[in-house]
């Protein structure tokens, strides 16, 4: 092997998916996630169920990726893992793992964060995506996570907006819920969303000062409107279930945008990146090129398996503080509300 070659196992841990990735230089070689479908027939995650299936999946998991990118341990250069922000028993998890991991290899240990990662996955070697030039404007949105953020350079970055109360993700889960559909929601509504008018229901959008976001009061408008209507049609939901979702759907997807404006108009920055679960929509990914043609922006959405929880995101910012040489003391923690 060249001694050009960098090689860097990323482990993320974070919520309820085990994963692990290869990443040789820029270029992932391999990007495995195991799933905990365990959380399904709870209608969200359970932490301490999460931690379990951490400890049962990370040795087959890393083994996995390490097989995958056909790289031996002895190979490795350096481990990244997830240190923070998330669930704290799951993020054990993967930091224990990687510490031992390092410790045994004699190599360095370099620590992540979470935010940070789902940001900087954009700078993944990948055909056919181009990467973002600083300074961007990052939005994150998963059913964790509603942020914008200022990035300045790879590890220059300010949050001046995100999320006092639910994530969006959240707000789709739980408006699923409300509808009885299964969790998670957003995948479903979205497709009836496509299918629905988004004019047929009226919900009014939260009035939150600057970049900040608020998802719960729409979470209990959709809920007294359901009651409401369903008092005067037990089928309700069933026979308008499509013009719901496009309305749910609609009024999420104007609250981003609206924030998303004004972020632009404050910073004058006209390059938007995104990333998390929810960038996977079809209503945001559109309003996204409604701007390009309305407002000169250039937007960035990453391939899907880098948009979600996944370890190639862990790797290639393991990566890149490899190359500032920027390690991890050993006596470095988990950290549940680690900031950017
Ligand atoms: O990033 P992710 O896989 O996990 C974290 O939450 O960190 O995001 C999952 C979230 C869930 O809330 C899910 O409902 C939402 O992303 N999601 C969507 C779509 N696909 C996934 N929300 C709206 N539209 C979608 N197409
Ligand atoms: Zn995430």
């Not at 996630?33 to 087959?60: D, F, T």
Request: with cysteine; charged share 20%.
């Amino acid at each position: 092997m060249s001694s050009q070659n960098i090689y860097i196992l990323g482990i993320e841990s974070s919520c309820d998916d085990t994963a692990a990735s290869v990443i040789c230089n820029g270029k992932i070689l391999s990007n495995v996630i195991a799933s905990q479908k365990i959380h399904e027939e709870y209608g969200g995650v359970v932490p301490e169920l999460a931690s379990r299936a951490h400890q049962q999946n990370i040795v087959p998991v890393v083994h996995q990726a390490l097989e995958k990118a056909g790289v031996s341990k002895s190979d490795l250069n350096a481990i990244a893992f997830t240190r923070g922000p998330g669930l704290m028993g799951s993020l054990l998890v993967g930091t224990s793992f990687a510490k031992s991991l390092a410790y045994g290899l004699n190599i360095p240990l370099i620590d992540v964060n979470h935010m940070q990662a789902h940001i900087l996955a954009h700078f993944i070697d990948e055909e056919g995506f181009d990467k973002p030039t600083f300074p961007f404007l990052a939005m994150t949105i998963s059913g964790g996570h509603t942020q914008i953020v200022k990035v300045n350079s790879y590890f220059n970055m300010e949050v001046i907006g995100e999320t006092i109360d639910d994530a969006v993700g959240e707000a789709y889960d739980k408006s699923g819920k409300i509808l009885g559909l299964g969790y998670p929601a957003g995948p479903e509504i979205d497709k009836r969303a496509q299918q629905g008018n988004p004019k047929a229901f009226k919900f009014t959008k939260p009035r939150v000062e600057g970049l900040n976001f608020s998802f719960s009061g729409l979470k209990t408008a959709i809920l007294y409107f359901i009651q409401r209507e369903t008092k005067n049609n037990p089928n309700f939901v069933k026979e308008n279930l499509n013009d719901i979702c496009a309305s749910i759907q609609y009024t999420i997807i104007g609250i981003l945008m609206d924030k998303l404006k004004l972020a632009t108009k404050q910073t004058n920055i006209k390059q938007i990146a995104i990333g998390g679960g929810v960038s996977a929509n079809s209503g945001i990914r559109k309003a996204l090129k409604d701007g390009e043609q309305k407002f000169g922006w250039k937007t960035y959405v990453p391939k899907f398996e880098f948009t979600t929880d996944n370890a190639a995101m862990i790797a290639i910012v393991g990566y890149l503080k490899y190359l500032e040489n920027d390690f991890a003391d050993t006596s470095v923690t988990a950290s549940a509300r680690l900031k950017i």
